[in-house]
């Protein structure tokens, strides 16, 4: 398969704890955007990646959450610290400069923040 | 105001029937315009782009009016099938971020 691959699928964590998820792109695609979604909602930008350069970060994105793209292939989405507010889909989407302009998403990690 | 407005529904319609969505965008440098279907539980795909000129995809068809700032999609002859979500992006000038609208609910009833 070579579509855009997120893992966990689901995680469950108990509020104050670090979580981690992890999205590998497209292998060709020189883009990468985070995304988060909660029902009912259509997805909330969070932050996305030319390369392994962090290009724009959503003013509503606090502290606690880090996104990395070290080697401008993979890139890993951090959240410190969950609250229950963080409970929500965080999809992964990947894209190629010279492709249109598509957005092709993984099919997400699912957080749930006891 | 949100960067990007749809009416949530849901559009319950016949099958067979013609529907069409609305999506008004608020940044007059936007740039870029999509319609994307989310099917439930499932991650959003692109359905289709929508140039200044208007463009057709089969059964959809989807137009860009840039004066009043919104876009629309139809879709004629609906299917069980076309019973998702759909999406309204948009981007604008100098930034590739993806802004998405709530999304508009349709089912289609048989």
């Known amino acids: 398969d070579t579509g855009v691959s997120q893992d966990p699928r689901h995680k469950i964590t108990k509020r104050g704890q670090n979580v981690t998820f992890r999205c590998d792109p497209i292998?060709?695609?020189?883009?990468l955007y985070w995304y988060r979604q909660t029902l009912g909602q259509g997805p909330e930008f969070l932050t996305y990646?030319?390369?392994?350069?962090?290009?724009?970060k959503s003013r509503l994105l606090s502290d606690r959450f880090s996104a990395e793209r070290p080697k401008g292939s993979f890139s890993t989405l951090e959240i410190q610290r969950t609250e229950q507010g963080d409970s929500a889909m965080y999809l992964c989407?990947?894209?190629?400069?010279?492709?249109?302009?598509?957005?092709?998403f993984g099919s997400g990690t699912q957080l749930s923040v006891l | 105001r949100k960067e990007v407005e749809q009416d949530p529904g849901p559009f319950n319609v016949p099958e067979g029937a013609t529907v069409a969505f609305n999506c008004t965008y608020s940044?007059?440098?936007?740039?870029?315009f999509f319609w994307y279907r989310q099917d439930c539980r499932k991650e959003p795909k692109l359905l289709m782009s929508?140039?200044?000129s208007g463009n057709e995809d089969g059964r959809f068809t989807a137009q860009l009016n840039r004066a009043s700032q919104y876009i629309s999609l139809l879709i004629r002859d609906s299917k069980l099938s076309d019973s998702a979500t759909y999406l309204c992006?948009?981007?604008?000038?100098?930034?590739?971020?993806?802004?998405f609208g709530t999304g508009t609910r349709l089912k289609v009833l048989a």
């Open positions: 989407a990947s894209s190629l400069v010279r492709d249109g302009e598509k957005l092709f």
């Open positions: 292998s060709e695609h020189n883009r």
């Open positions: 990646f030319q390369n392994e350069a962090q290009l724009e």
């Open positions: 940044n007059s440098a936007s740039q870029s």
């Open positions: 929508v140039y200044s």
């Open positions: 992006v948009v981007t604008t000038s100098g930034t590739y971020k993806y802004i």
